[in-house]
């Protein structure tokens, strides 16, 4: 009897019992190197995060957030010179914390931006580096049992002759704020060490997903939509994932995904997936597909190493084939300030920065400048919207000197406030503790 996976969490759970049986393809990977590949990173699970603080350049290796670092690489390979990432953008320390073939964006370069994060500090994150892909020559093959016919090609110039749809969305990594799970909860885990900078805001212009796959003939069969990327394959431990690709449920793929071609109105950049990247509102950033180049439509449930040994949670608390695969991105909010800044005494400054949920507009932002004993109401100067971030202030007057930590908790209209403690997973996804941030007041 067919299962209808209209509906997530059904999705999930059915998906997770096909995987369990070994009847669901892994798309191009072998089950069994899957299990090595996450036997061997769980094992060699402590080496990123004890080798790097939250400053810590030491995730120097493209591999995928859980991939452990081969032999040779992890503390001894911090204290060797980095290779620089490949992305093309410039990456002043101004503006950008490389971590391996990553960069973060500090955020205090925001501070003075507006809702949009301008391209030239939106982070990026690369399993590899970033191709050059001509719009000229770009197609996007659309192709799979789950079509009436054969596959369908579009060229750039059909599909900016779509309907264009435009909205404001961050892309955030499911590893945002990671290394606070080991800085503030003392709790080892693997992948890039971001603080909180593995976020942007930004203004997507493109064509619906749900348009391209009806005009390429999508059926009622069709279970799973697979974008892939034209980047370079993964290595990781020596096995080959492949491509870098995720699968959706077709009912997300139907609602409201978008294959973005402009990025705050001008052409999407090289490091964003120039010249066209999906764009999948409010879910990890995993799922925005850069440089995509085919779009499997499959009748069977599909599976990639993205979603089954990454980007699931992992841990005591877990089912031992992980949770289900993440989906929406969770709360958080972030100082638009240096990390230990050392801000003057009796002097009013004006505190600022932003917060965001993947599960409803925050409409309340409290901030504590004692360490968490009292709580203030900030400022916002944003009308909270789903999908975007409000920027928020207030005002701050230190009377005495020495370390002191800045506190901020968001909460959003779904009733969500962000908790004391985040749920330990080994690699560290879906931070959404409130962070304290250290400042020294001199
Ligand atoms: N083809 C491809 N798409 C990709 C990636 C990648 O390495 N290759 N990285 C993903 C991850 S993990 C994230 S968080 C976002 C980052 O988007 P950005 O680099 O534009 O900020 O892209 C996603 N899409
Ligand atoms: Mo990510």
């Known amino acids: ?33 899957l299990l090595r590949l996450f036997a061997a990173g769980a094992a060699a699970g402590a080496l990123t995060a004890g080798a790097s603080g939250p400053a810590g350049a030491a995730s120097a290796h493209g591999a995928p957030d859980a991939a452990a670092p081969g032999p040779g690489s992890g503390p001894a390979r911090a204290a060797a010179p980095v290779a620089p990432p490949g992305i093309v953008k410039p ?61 369908v ?18 892309i955030e990594c499911a590893g945002n704020g990671r290394s606070f ?23 997507w212009r493109g064509a619906r997903l749900s348009d391209v796959l009806r005009r390429a003939g999508v059926t009622r069969a069709a279970v799973d939509v697979l974008p892939r990327g034209l980047d370079d394959e993964v290595v990781a431990n020596g096995v080959n994932l492949g491509r870098v690709r995720r699968p959706l449920p077709v009912s997300k793929a139907l609602d409201d995904v978008i294959l973005a071609y402009e990025m705050n109105g001008g052409p999407l950049p090289p490091d964003h997936g120039g010249p066209v990247r999906v764009v999948v509102p409010d879910w990890i950033g995993i799922s925005s597909i850069k440089w995509v180049g085919d779009i499997e439509v499959s009748a069977q449930p599909l599976y990639s190493p993205w979603n089954t040994d990454l980007y ?7 089912p031992a084939e992980g949770s289900a695969p993440l989906t929406r991105q969770t709360l958080k909010s972030a100082f638009e300030l240096e990390l230990g800044a050392s801000v003057p005494v009796h002097r009013t400054r004006l505190l600022t920065g932003r917060s965001w949920s993947g599960a409803a507009p925050v409409h309340r932002v409290e901030v504590s400048t004692d360490g968490g004993a009292r ?29 002191a930590a800045l506190l901020a908790r968001a909460t959003d209209a779904g009733g969500r406030t962000q908790p004391a403690t985040a749920a330990y997973n080994t690699q560290g996804y879906l931070f959404d503790a409130v962070v304290r941030h250290p400042v020294t007041v001199v």
């Open 1 to 33: 009897m067919p299962v209808d996976l209209s509906d997530e969490s059904r999705y999930d759970r059915a998906r997770l019992r096909q995987w369990a049986r070994g009847r669901a393809r892994s798309a191009g990977v072998d089950r069994r190197d």
């Open 91 to 151: 990456l002043p320390p101004e503006l950008f914390t490389v971590r391996g073939t990553n960069a973060e964006t500090n955020f205090a370069a925001l501070r003075g931006t507006g809702p949009l994060t301008p391209v030239d500090r939106f982070f990026v994150r690369n399993h590899t580096t970033t191709p050059r892909v001509e719009a000229a020559g770009w197609r996007l093959n659309v192709w799979g049992d789950g079509l009436a016919a054969g596959p």
């Open 153 to 170: 090609e579009f060229s750039y110039d059909r599909l900016r002759s779509l309907p264009a749809v435009e909205r404001t969305l961050f």
């Open 181 to 203: 799970y080991t800085t503030q909860q003392g709790q080892q885990v693997t992948g890039t060490a971001w603080t909180l900078g593995a976020i942007g805001s930004a203004r």
């Open 312 to 318: 699931r949670l992992f841990g005591p608390d877990q």
């Open 375 to 403: 709580w203030q109401r900030a400022r916002l100067h944003d009308a909270p919207r789903r999908g975007g971030w409000v920027r928020w202030s207030l005002p701050w007057t230190p009377r005495t000197t020495g370390a």
